[in-house]
């Protein structure tokens, strides 16, 4: 059931990159800023490499925590492959802010390894696959980003800043901040910050001649 709408997203990657971690920051800022925010159970394998995602509503006057098929607003995917798996959910002309970084699973590269094939799933075709239903999208080199941050776990802090750009999502970017910063040791704090801050200017650069932004 919903009425008033409010800000859809799902968050999706592979088990061990740090997803609930995400979710809780988010959670954070929303409840700092006084936004109402429904998240649904974590569903997949929450073990490395397994698949998992997290529907976020906030906002609105939504009473199921999970997102129908065709009306999320945004996929925020810390994973390529994972952005393109939960695909049917978002709606069209949605928004995509995902990894470029690809994680093969085990089962995958087992099978290619043993027929001596290197025909792994790339980029650019799941690229190809996701403009069908829209041409909002940041592909961005999450990792790369966190290195040169100082903090090659900081990936989750990336996703945050590329999120804070977009000018429909309902937190700003220093809510965002301190939601990420409720949910940090002391010490990686600043790290963090510079990550959230490289992330925000990579979205900026990549989404803001297709859709209405936020300056960095």
């Known amino acids: 059931m919903s009425g008033k709408k409010g800000f859809d997203m799902v968050l999706a990657g592979v088990g061990g990159q740090g997803i609930v971690m995400l979710s809780n920051a988010l959670g954070n800022a929303c409840l700092a800023a006084g936004q109402k925010v429904i998240t649904g159970e974590l569903h997949g394998l929450s073990q490395r490499s397994g698949s998992v995602y997290i529907h976020m509503r906030i906002g609105g006057d939504v009473l199921s925590p999970l997102i129908p098929y065709g009306q999320a607003d945004a996929i925020v995917s810390l994973e390529g492959m994972e952005a393109l798996r939960y695909i049917e959910y978002l709606k069209e002309n949605g928004v995509i802010i995902m990894n470029s970084r690809l994680i093969h699973p085990p089962v995958e590269v087992a099978r290619l390894s043993r027929e001596k094939r290197v025909d792994f799933v ?5 690229l190809e696959k996701m403009k069908v239903v829209t041409s909002g999208i940041a592909a961005i ?27 429909s999502f309902p937190l700003s970017a220093e809510q965002l901040k301190k939601g990420l910063l409720r949910v940090l040791p002391e010490q990686a704090a600043e790290k963090n910050m510079r990550a959230f801050d490289l ?3 990579a979205a900026y650069e990549t989404l803001c001649g297709q859709l209405e932004c936020r300056m960095p």
């Open 122 to 126: 790339a980029l650019d075709s799941i």
């Open 199 to 201: 992330g925000q200017q």
């Open 141 to 167: 080199d999450a990792l790369s980003l966190a290195h040169k941050a100082g903090e090659p776990l900081a990936e989750n802090a990336v996703f945050i800043g590329a999120l804070s750009c977009l000018a």
